[in-house]
Nanobody
Framework: QVQLQESGPGLVKPSQTLSLTCTVSGGSITTSYYAWSWIRQPPGKGLEWMGVIAYDGSTYYSPSLKSRTSISRDTSKNQFSLQLSSVTPEDTAVYYC???????????WGQGTQVTVSS
């Protein structure tokens, strides 16, 4: 059973960089041909896919967030991370990490972590 757990600050000030880590257990983030996503859900809105890091370390980002988003990984810890720069209150959301099957289906999700952007 694959399990994912998000961690990071729950409060970030405007203009700062939001940093979150997803720790994966029960499966390796380097297993072919899976990928690992970050998704968020602002209050009262739907899910927004932010970006993904594949088993080989390649990354792909949502065009609307690409200029502010970076996803990286630490294979020794079986973790992948999200950095979102220059945050505003509009970046307030529940942030999720998830595993992506080769079919693009997100099959395992973390429980989500609330991040609030406020001074």
């Amino acid at each position: 059973q694959v399990q994912l757990q998000e961690s990071g600050p729950g409060l970030v000030k405007p203009s700062q960089t939001l940093s979150l880590t997803c720790t994966v257990s029960g499966g390796s983030i380097t297993t072919s041909y899976y990928a690992w996503s970050w998704i968020r859900q602002p209050p009262g809105k739907g899910l927004e896919w932010m970006g993904v890091i594949a088993y080989d370390g390649s990354t792909y980002y949502s065009p609307s967030l690409k200029s502010r988003t970076s996803i990286s990984r630490d294979t020794s810890k079986n973790q992948f991370s999200l950095q979102l720069s220059s945050v505003t209150p509009e970046d307030t959301a529940v942030y999720y990490c998830a595993r992506v099957r080769p079919s693009d289906y997100h099959d395992y999700w973390g429980q989500g972590t609330q991040v609030t952007v406020s001074s």
